[in-house]
């Protein structure tokens, strides 16, 4: 199954799509990273102000090692910035602070599909750990005709979560990123081409999750497709 033409078709066309997007990411963000934001505020000053103008206060906006893991932890109520944004007192970093105050407002206003995403992320990562088991069985081990059926037919269950998990993850993000533009644009936080600089920078981060999610939903129809086929 793994080295059909159809499956490598697959997993090649979406890895290289998933290249290409993050790449176009990284240059926008390193490029949008150097250009100062009028008001001189940094990553960190945008995220406490968006946190105090939505009257959330029991939210930290705390520093995160890396580059781009930036993310709002709803479990532990942070907003975790990378040094670059957290410091950082530039167009890309405010519109990354804004976006994931914008999940932190989501969150405080009982946005359901945010709800439902977190809901779902340890049937994801039992998903994931089931079709892992799999793949390497299938792999190693003389599977029966039977046996690859039953397999097939617990990849697909797995990847119907993880393929969910990728769709809800889709308005999650998008609201999340018009939040963030909103509260920009009306502030004045940005303004002219520091608005539409920051639309762009968030833009190419919500093709992130488009990319993942078309990639979940191939693979998905893919293993239907072959279950099926070999019940005919």
Not at 104 to 130: C, D, E, I, N
Not at 167 to 187: M, Q
């Amino acid at each position: 199954m793994f080295y059909d033409p159809v499956y490598m078709a697959i997993v090649v066309v979406f890895l290289l799509a998933g290249f290409i997007v993050q790449a176009r990411l990284r240059s926008v963000f390193s490029r949008y990273g150097q250009i100062p934001l009028r008001l001189g505020l940094t990553g960190k000053q945008v995220a406490e102000r968006m946190l105090r103008d939505n009257a959330i206060s029991d939210v930290k906006v705390m520093s995160a090692e890396g580059r781009l893991t930036d993310h709002y932890n709803p479990a532990e109520k942070t907003i975790n910035l990378s040094p670059d944004v957290y410091n950082g007192a530039t167009i890309s970093a405010a519109a990354v602070a804004a976006h994931e105050c914008g999940h932190a407002v989501q969150h405080a206003t009982g946005y359901q599909a945010l709800q439902l995403r977190s809901k779902l992320v340890p049937f994801v990562q039992f998903a994931s750990m089931a079709m892992n088991f799999i793949y390497i069985a299938m792999i190693f081990l003389a599977f029966s005709y039977a046996l690859v059926n039953q397999a097939l037919l617990v990849i697909i269950i797995a990847q119907s979560v993880v393929t969910l998990f990728a769709l809800i993850t889709l308005p999650v993000e998008f609201d999340a990123s018009r939040r963030a533009l909103a509260w920009l644009k009306n502030t004045g936080v940005s303004y002219g081409e520091e608005q539409e600089k920051a639309e762009t920078a968030l833009r190419w981060a919500a093709m992130t999750y488009l990319v993942a999610a078309l990639a979940a939903v191939a693979q998905l129809l893919y293993f239907i497709m072959r279950f099926s086929g070999r019940r005919e």
